[in-house]
């Protein structure tokens, strides 16, 4: 197993990854929506989809970036019909979907839907399994403009074949292989982003870009740092919107920063704020890593409950700003001298990465509140003789110098963008 320096950052390497479908979406992490962690399989209609793109307009955020309506699991009806043909709900979707996707188009923003690589999806409803030209040749002719793919009931040893297979290892490839193709056979009439949802699966980071333009990876230990192989249940993969999950999901992060560019980014799973499982400080921090490690920012929550606290966090501009770097380049954690080594499982206070105007850098009182403090020529990307100016993104607090100091509440975060003058 590698040990956990290799998580920390050892120098801002410039890595490009080996993009298949590049067909100029994906270019920086995707921002929108999601249905699933709303109200699971009842959110996925025509009207929650239209009522956030609504409030996509009315509170501002397609004009901060956030783009994508996307539909997940239980949008079709339990079996297609007598061609093959997959069908939409018509209770949920009375006009169908192409009049969803016009409308949305028409406001300027993007639709997505959710597949599963198996016969079945998560939620037992239609799989793309031996269906998937056809099914591609009826997205694009809805207009959809995103397909997240899931990995529920995929061939597998066991007879019936469970919703996690968990045996054999090592396949996930061979079942995203075949929607991957599809698409690329689409692509001069739709450019769809291919958002692969393999659980961190036979580690997807590592071949992600060249199967599609996202890759969920999150890991299953709460503790295990670096990154463990997957052999265990699913059900603790996804982010359930508690503390635990943030802690989870944000401290493997550290461990895959160098599979991050344009065309092909680390999906931290979809943003659980506004569900009341966690504080502000703890919705601060969730937003906070999610952004500077350039996972895409997807809303799972009721825009239509939201609370103005929780608004103020997900129309931060600077984060989105620094989320959106062309470069595309994800933090991880650095240990300064003297800085405490990291303990398994929990929130480093370090991390920082590279912008193409300068660098981020990450302080998280992830176990307790206190002073947190950063000499810029501790930072990597940073270092040598010379002074910095810097600004805070949720205080809109600024310096100059070569150093910089904040009180920290815990598991609050400060997030600074250092240029060097
Ligand atoms: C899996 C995925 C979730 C969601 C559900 C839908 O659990 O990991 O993100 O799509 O399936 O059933």
Redesign the pocket.
Known sequence: MKSWKVALLPALANTRLTVALDNGVGLKPHMGWSS?NVA?CNAASARYALATADKFISLGLKDLGYEYINI???WSTKSRDSSGRLVPDPAKWPNGIKAVTDRIHSMGLKFGL?GCAGDK???GYPGNEGHERGDVDQLVSWGVDFW?Y?N?YTPCRQNPRPQTCTSPAGSTKTWYAPMRDAILGVQNTKKLHFNL?N?GRDEVWTWGASYGHSW?YVVIAHHQHPLPRLTDS?MS??NWGDWASVERIGNAAAGIYQYSAPGGFNDL??LYLGSSKLNTNQEKLHFGLWAITKSPLVLGLDLEKISNSTLDIIRNKGLIDINQDSLGKAATTFRPPGAPAPVNGKIYPYWAGPLSDGVVVGLCAGTSAGTYSVNFKDVPGLGGSGSYEWREMYTGQTGKGTSASFNIGLHDMRVIKVMKV
């Open positions: 699933w699971q997940d699991d239980c959710y999806t998560c939620a997240k899931d529920c949802c659980w969920r699913r993969v996804d799973d979809m």
